[in-house]
């Protein structure tokens, strides 16, 4: 019969009897009971968009709750409490509040209390927490039960599209309304992150047109790339011209003025190299809302850029872009930083505990837990996610606007054109017609690019600098990109940015050999090279590049059905993606003229959608001066 000693802490045995042999025990060790799991109670609340929290346990008081989750950080299986008892530690329960206690950023003093505040955007994460526990029995206030129900049926809220848009915005554009002013009525700040070509500026658009409807007083503040300050007024005067917009661009005296009588005006809108001069202007300026489209302009948080954009005093904050993440997770970061500080921490405690386990460790467990934090507040789609909504090809104009010194050798070149007009009477317009056409291919190419016409120029391009956002935009979004251009001495000018910028591109021209043609096709079509440059002329038939799903027109022009043709090269059967098409107008210009002419003269807008170059010949001299007019 063999004797098994259990010492305790007084070290008195006793004999019991048991199957196989005799155990020594006290009498206080029989008197030991080893307690079910604690019922865990949490109670949430919210007043005054402050998140009240209480964890609390009937069987102990907050300070044996607190030694019990210590005790599970150090792996023990069992605590023992002040009554003697032991109690079983439930992993589930026990790992959902040491996450709550993490990510809430909660010391053992907060805990101990018992009664904790905890901002209002964690509200999104702490329900997923919740929902984990095994044995906790919730109290939620209807205030926050109310707010989690919004967030899951954010298609079924109250918010309606403003009626002038309730015809032009698609389903999922409605949708995108709805979930930013979700956002806008709890205090939050998000990131819609669709996909280029679904319509994310009118999405924002329409936020700002409700804002005034609904009688909403304050002035909203736009910040994007400078290439996109004159396309994004163009957007308002086409979907909200009730709207008063103002750019804030000129010298910089102009600028200041701008700033200073933003209150007279619905919207300004900026750009993120003219914000981050002006930024002391924007000291006492208090805006409704604050949007940053391409807003992964301020991915690298040291940079002015970004810092900027975080000093503007403004009561809602959103960002727009389709690359919320491109190399490094310290980019999602600056962006939620400038959304809602705090949300993910200072960057250093990020860094320690989310993005170098992720990162370095590949920790699914912290990579869950960002992804848990982040997704409420990222509205992401695809063009695939939606494409039964769309139609197959998205078309779009985006503007450029000409800078000093390329503007004034277009105004230069205009002026001329227009003496020469007028010195021209009855026949001798006539027989001058190609004289005419030439002077107009001259302003053209000063719109594309004035080195085209000019040897020595070493300014900049308007255009040529918008078409590059544009390639980079679409790259970030793992797109490919066919840039068509009549200009072949325009490609070689493209050439040498994307060399610059590492990004690796094929060419074709009239020059290049039909053989190699066809194998550059195929590879493009099976590669990851990026960009493909081809003149209108050589491109424009004979080519399946489906595997591009975005088109570029540089410099179009009188031939729509020439441009048509070309983005039929990517547009065609076997194409899988919706296929979005930019053409790149200069404002302010003869391009610009040509668009409206197309809009407002339906006559000459056949002739010009019909292709033949006749119809230019047939231009009168009045409709020629019409053109260089403005």
Same mark, same amino acid.
């Given at each position: 019969?063999? %004797?098994?000693?259990?010492?305790?802490?007084?070290?008195?045995?006793?004999?019991?009897?048991?199957?196989y042999g005799e155990v020594n025990t006290t009498d206080r060790f029989r008197k030991i009971k080893v307690r079910n799991n604690p019922k865990l109670?949490?109670?949430?609340?919210?007043?005054?968009?402050?998140?009240?929290?209480?964890?609390?346990?009937?069987?102990?008081?907050?300070?044996?709750?607190?030694?019990?989750?210590? !005790?599970?950080?150090?792996?023990?299986?069992?605590?023992?409490?002040?009554?003697?008892?032991? %109690?079983?530690?439930?992993?589930?329960?026990?790992?959902?509040? #040491?996450?709550?206690?993490?990510?809430?950023?909660?010391?053992?003093?907060?805990?101990?209390?018992?009664?904790?505040?905890?901002?209002?955007?964690?509200?999104?994460?702490?329900?997923?927490?919740?929902?984990?526990?095994?044995?906790?029995? &919730?109290?939620?206030?209807?205030?926050?039960?109310?707010?989690?129900?919004?967030?899951? /049926?954010?298609?079924?809220?109250?918010?309606?599209?403003?009626?002038?848009?309730?015809?032009?915005?698609?389903?999922?554009?409605?949708?995108?309304?709805?979930?930013?002013?979700?956002?806008?009525?709890?205090?939050?700040?998000? %990131?819609?992150?669709?996909?280029?070509?679904?319509?994310?500026?009118?999405?924002?658009?329409?936020?700002?047109?409700?804002?005034?409807? #609904?009688?909403?007083?304050?002035?909203?503040?736009?910040?994007?790339?400078?290439?996109?300050?004159?396309?994004?007024?163009?957007? $308002?005067?086409?979907?909200?011209?009730?709207?008063?917009?103002?750019?804030?661009?000129?010298?910089?005296?102009?600028?200041?003025?701008?700033? #200073?009588?933003?209150?007279?005006?619905?919207?300004?809108?900026?750009?993120?190299?003219?914000?981050?001069?002006?930024?002391?202007?924007?000291?006492?300026?208090?805006?409704?809302?604050?949007?940053?489209?391409?807003? #992964?302009?301020?991915? !690298?948080?040291? /940079?002015?850029?970004?810092?900027?954009?975080?000093?503007?005093?403004?009561?809602?904050?959103?960002?727009?872009?389709?690359?919320?993440?491109?190399?490094?997770?310290?980019?999602?970061?600056?962006?939620?930083?400038?959304?809602?500080?705090?949300? &993910?921490?200072?960057?250093? /405690?990020?860094?320690?505990?989310?993005?170098?386990?992720?990162?370095? !460790?590949?920790?699914?467990?912290?990579?869950?837990?960002?992804?848990?934090?982040?997704?409420?507040?990222?509205?992401?789609?695809?063009?695939?996610?939606?494409?039964?909504?769309?139609?197959?090809?998205?078309?779009?104009?985006?503007?450029?606007?000409?800078?000093?010194?390329?503007?004034?050798?277009?105004?230069?070149?205009?002026?001329?054109?227009?003496?020469?007009?007028?010195?021209?009477?009855?026949?001798?317009?006539?027989?001058n017609k190609l004289q005419v056409l030439a002077e107009l291919t001259k302003i053209r190419q000063i719109c594309c690019d004035p080195a085209l016409?000019?040897?020595k120029y070493a300014g900049g391009s308007a255009k040529r600098e918008a078409c590059m956002d544009l390639i980079q935009s679409a790259m970030e979004?793992?797109?490919?990109?066919?840039? $068509?251009?009549?200009?072949?001495?325009?490609?070689? &000018?493209?050439? /040498?940015?994307?060399?610059?910028?590492?990004?690796?591109?094929?060419?074709?021209?009239?020059?290049?050999?039909?053989?190699?043609?066809?194998?550059?096709?195929?590879?493009?079509?099976?590669?990851?090279?990026?960009?493909?440059?081809?003149?209108?002329?050589?491109?424009?038939?004979?080519?399946?590049?489906?595997?591009?799903?975005?088109?570029?027109?540089?410099?179009?022009?009188?031939?729509?059905?020439?441009?048509?043709?070309?983005?039929?090269?990517?547009?065609? +059967?076997?194409?899988?993606?919706?296929?979005?098409?930019?053409?790149? +107008?200069?404002?302010?210009?003869?391009?610009?003229?040509?668009?409206?002419?197309?809009?407002?003269?339906?006559?000459?807008?056949?002739?010009?959608?019909?292709?033949? !170059?006749?119809? %230019?010949?047939?231009?009168?001299?009045?409709?020629?001066?019409?053109?260089?007019?403005?």
């Amino acid at each position: 019969m063999g %004797i098994f000693l259990l010492r305790l802490e007084e070290k008195i045995v006793c004999k019991a009897k048991v199957q196989y042999g005799e155990v020594n025990t006290t009498d206080r060790f029989r008197k030991i009971k080893v307690r079910n799991n604690p019922k865990l109670k949490v109670g949430v609340s919210i007043k005054s968009d402050i998140m009240n929290l209480t964890v609390t346990c009937d069987d102990m008081d907050q300070e044996e709750l607190l030694q019990l989750l210590l !005790n599970y950080q150090r792996k023990k299986k069992y605590y023992r409490l002040k009554s003697g008892d032991l %109690i079983s530690v439930n992993e589930s329960d026990m790992e959902m509040l #040491q996450q709550l206690m993490e990510t809430m950023q909660l010391s053992p003093k907060d805990f101990s209390k018992g009664d904790m505040k905890i901002p209002m955007y964690r509200a999104l994460y702490l329900n997923k927490l919740l929902e984990q526990g095994e044995n906790i029995y &919730l109290n939620r206030d209807s205030h926050y039960k109310n707010l989690i129900k919004e967030f899951k /049926t954010v298609d079924d809220s109250q918010f309606e599209v403003p009626d002038s848009l309730s015809t032009i915005m698609r389903s999922y554009q409605m949708y995108g309304f709805k979930w930013m002013k979700t956002l806008e009525h709890y205090g939050f700040g998000g %990131i819609l992150a669709d996909d280029m070509g679904l319509g994310k500026t009118l999405q924002a658009i329409s936020v700002l047109l409700d804002a005034k409807e #609904q009688g909403k007083e304050g002035t909203s503040l736009i910040v994007c790339p400078a290439s996109l300050v004159y396309n994004w007024k163009e957007e $308002f005067t086409k979907y909200a011209p009730t709207l008063q917009v103002n750019l804030v661009v000129g010298m910089q005296q102009e600028r200041s003025d701008i700033i #200073q009588e933003y209150r007279k005006c619905d919207v300004l809108i900026t750009s993120y190299d003219l914000l981050k001069r002006d930024i002391k202007e924007y000291e006492e300026a208090h805006f409704m809302y604050q949007i940053l489209d391409e807003a #992964q302009y301020i991915k !690298n948080h040291g /940079t002015a850029a970004a810092k900027s954009v975080k000093i503007i005093q403004s009561i809602h904050r959103l960002a727009l872009t389709g690359t919320p993440i491109e190399n490094r997770l310290s980019e999602l970061w600056s962006i939620f930083d400038y959304l809602m500080p705090g949300f &993910l921490y200072g960057y250093e /405690t990020f860094r320690k505990q989310l993005e170098t386990p992720i990162v370095k !460790n590949k920790d699914e467990e912290a990579s869950m837990r960002l992804k848990k934090m982040v997704a409420p507040f990222i509205l992401r789609r695809l063009k695939g996610n939606v494409l039964s909504d769309l139609p197959d090809k998205l078309e779009e104009i985006r503007y450029a606007k000409l800078e000093q010194e390329q503007q004034q050798l277009y105004d230069g070149q205009v002026i001329h054109m227009k003496k020469m007009l007028e010195a021209q009477k009855g026949e001798d317009f006539q027989k001058n017609k190609l004289q005419v056409l030439a002077e107009l291919t001259k302003i053209r190419q000063i719109c594309c690019d004035p080195a085209l016409l000019f040897e020595k120029y070493a300014g900049g391009s308007a255009k040529r600098e918008a078409c590059m956002d544009l390639i980079q935009s679409a790259m970030e979004g793992e797109h490919k990109i066919l840039v $068509f251009s009549q200009f072949t001495s325009m490609l070689e &000018l493209l050439e /040498t940015e994307l060399k610059k910028a590492s990004i690796a591109y094929f060419k074709i021209t009239g020059e290049t050999p039909k053989q190699k043609r066809v194998e550059m096709v195929n590879t493009f079509n099976g590669d990851d090279t990026p960009v493909f440059l081809i003149s209108l002329k050589a491109g424009g038939t004979g080519l399946n590049l489906t595997g591009a799903d975005v088109v570029i027109h540089y410099d179009p022009w009188w031939n729509q059905a020439a441009q048509n043709q070309a983005t039929d090269r990517a547009h065609r +059967i076997g194409q899988t993606k919706a296929v979005s098409v930019y053409k790149l +107008i200069v404002k302010g210009t003869i391009e610009e003229k040509i668009v409206k002419m197309q809009e407002s003269k339906k006559d000459l807008a056949d002739a010009i959608l019909n292709g033949e !170059n006749g119809s %230019i010949i047939q231009m009168s001299k009045e409709e020629f001066m019409e053109l260089l007019e403005g």
